[in-house]
């Protein structure tokens, strides 16, 4: 996750976004490198499963669906809480400033339904604690990517 990114030549190019996308909208395909004003942030969610089964809970609790039914239905989900994450894999690329923004508020905005949510599954203590960190991780994560910049996945 990386702020402020300024349009460059291939050859000072840190990150590339090799076409536009519905998912990286707010940035425009090119090269780009960070600037002194920039802030990076990272952190792992874990391998491939770990991410899936964060992104089915986010579903489950804001849609009462499992991901496949968004993944099959993306236009009758449009715009409604974390579909453009549900609808992304964790090697789908970059998630462009306009995304982020949106994404950064419905992180914001429904962090108590979240743990309301988990805390009725009946789940170990460790769950819910990565749970909770992974949601706060994304939610600084797309507030650093909404100013200028990207959420990586990698």
């Not at 990286?24 to 990076?40: F, L, Q």
């Not at 964060?54 to 974390?82: A, K, Q």
């Not at 994560?141 to 996945?153: C, K």
């Amino acid at each position: 996750m990386i702020s402020r990114l300024k349009k460059t030549g291939a050859a000072s190019a840190e990150i590339v976004v090799s076409q536009s996308q519905e998912h990286n909208k707010g940035i425009e395909a090119g090269y780009y490198r960070p600037t002194d004003e920039s802030i990076r942030f990272g952190f792992r969610v874990g391998p491939y499963s770990f991410y899936n089964r964060f992104r089915e809970t986010l579903s489950l609790c804001m849609h009462g669906v499992e991901p496949v039914e968004i993944w099959n239905s993306v236009d009758e989900y449009s715009g409604r809480p974390f579909v453009e994450m549900i609808d992304f894999s964790d090697c789908d690329g970059k998630l462009g400033g306009q995304v982020c923004h949106k994404l950064h508020a419905d992180f914001e905005e429904n962090r108590s339904l979240f743990k309301k949510y988990i805390d009725s599954q009946g789940w170990s203590e460790e769950q819910i604690e990565y749970h909770l960190s992974t949601y706060e991780d994304f939610t600084k994560a797309f507030e650093i990517g909404r100013d200028e910049g990207v959420v990586i996945f990698c």
